[in-house]
């Protein structure tokens, strides 16, 4: 089992930024590829971004790309999600991801682990 703590989620304002951080703990001996996805109310949850083990490989939805960065520390277990120049059009709960395998990194069900979520909201 895999468990993903979530932080850095809350209240900005359009045009600024946040970082969130998901801490993984639990058997993180195999490496494992990341994701972050949100969810709005009243909509599906979406893609936002994913990384490969190594960090070597990224991929970002179209909505973010220039403006979200995902990157790791294997040290730390952690993975991170840079958020810049945000808009009130990215106000949602977001969740990170785990899961053995980097293939169909974009299919929220083929996570096998989630963490609980962090509200985001930006204000117009």
């Known amino acids: 089992q895999v468990q993903l703590v979530e932080s850095g989620g809350g209240l900005v304002q359009a045009g600024g930024s946040l970082r969130l951080s998901c801490v993984a703990s639990?058997?993180?001996?195999?490496?494992?590829?990341m994701g972050w996805f949100c969810q709005a109310p009243g909509k599906e949850r979406e893609f936002v971004a994913a990384i490969n083990w190594n960090g070597g490989r990224t991929k970002y939805a179209d909505s973010v790309k220039g403006r979200f960065t995902i990157s790791r520390d294997n040290a730390k277990n952690t993975v991170y999600l840079q958020m810049n120049s945000l808009k009130p059009e990215d106000t949602a709960v977001y969740y990170c991801?785990?899961?053995?395998?980097?293939?169909?990194?974009?299919?929220?069900?083929?996570?096998?682990?989630w963490g609980q979520g962090t509200q985001v909201t930006v204000s117009s």
């Open positions: 991801a785990a899961d053995y395998s980097y293939s169909d990194y974009g299919v929220p069900s083929k996570y096998d682990y």
């Open positions: 639990g058997r993180t001996s195999r490496p494992l590829a």
